[in-house]
């Protein structure tokens, strides 16, 4: 890394942190030709599966997708951008570790629906009546009766 002083190319890492969600890690270094002091982030990247349509097209991955989706299902509550964010980031890391390489788009809609069924009632069937696509008032009451019946008591 270049000093950003004067230009010289070694420097020596004094102190590295990891941010939170662990995906970036920052470095202090200081310059070992005029001791200049300055930072380097270092950032992952993550390379995304390719999704697999009902259909069987292929199409780009887009967790921007997954978000909106979700904003949609807990309409205007409080706080929603911090579940919103939990949700999603943790089905990207379960899609990373299941499907490193091609994941079925139900599989995603699985596994968020996994996760707002146990603690999100009312979002889970605000997302499932779009995912699961219901039609009449009865898909929508069927749906209903079995969350009812799984919910704990
Ligand atoms: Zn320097």
Known sequence: M????C?????????????AEGIAIRRRRVCLKCDHRFFTNEIVCIEYPMV??????????????IKTGLM??????NGIKEKVN???????AEIISK?????PSEKIGDMIMNRLRASEPVAYLRFASVYKNFETAKDFALEFEQLLLDLPK
Do not use: M, W
């Not at 230009?7 to 941010?19: A, C, N, P």
């Not at 949609?72 to 509550?77: L, R």
């Not at 499907?99 to 994941?103: D, L, N, Q």
């Open 2 to 5: 270049k000093c950003p002083k």
């Open 7 to 19: 230009g010289h190319l070694y420097s020596k890492v004094t102190d590295t942190r990891v941010t």
């Open 52 to 65: 697999i349509k009902r259909d069987g097209r292929k199409e780009e991955f887009d967790g921007e997708k």
């Open 72 to 77: 949609k299902a807990f309409k205007k509550q």
């Open 86 to 92: 939990d949700i999603v980031n943790g089905v990207l």
């Open 99 to 103: 499907y490193p390489e091609k994941v």
